[in-house]
Nanobody, 124 residues
């Protein structure tokens, strides 16, 4: 079993920055790729970014590119999401996800372990 805990959300103004953190603990053999998803009210959960065990990243073109950066500390089973120049449409609950396989994928159903989420609200 793996426990996943996110932190770092909050209420900010448009243009501000936030840094989210996620720690996975428990059975290390179950921790492969890790990623961030987000879900706004009335919308489907969507990939923000994910990173493989080897460091290869998947970043959503719709959301991020030069605004968001995902990093991973392998020794600590920790990933972070640095979010810059936030916009009101970035408001959502941000979830951390973990899968056993080393490959990062976009399909959320392929991630086994999820955190409870952290709320990010960006005011205009």
């Amino acid at each position: 079993q793996v426990q996943v805990v996110e932190s770092g959300g909050g209420l900010v103004q448009a243009g501000d920055s936030l840094r989210l953190s996620c720690t996975a603990s428990g059975s290390g053999s179950e921790i492969g790729a890790m990623g961030w998803y987000r879900q706004a009210p009335g919308k489907e959960r969507e990939l923000v970014a994910a990173v493989t065990w080897g460091g290869h990243q998947i970043v959503s073109e719709r959301t991020l590119q030069d605004r968001f950066t995902i990093d991973r500390d392998y020794g600590a089973h920790l990933i972070t999401l640095q979010m810059n120049r936030l916009r009101p449409d970035d408001s959502a609950v941000y979830y951390c996800a973990v899968r056993k396989d080393e490959m990062a994928v976009t399909n959320p159903t392929l991630y086994t372990y999820w955190g409870r989420g952290t709320q990010v609200t960006v005011s205009s």
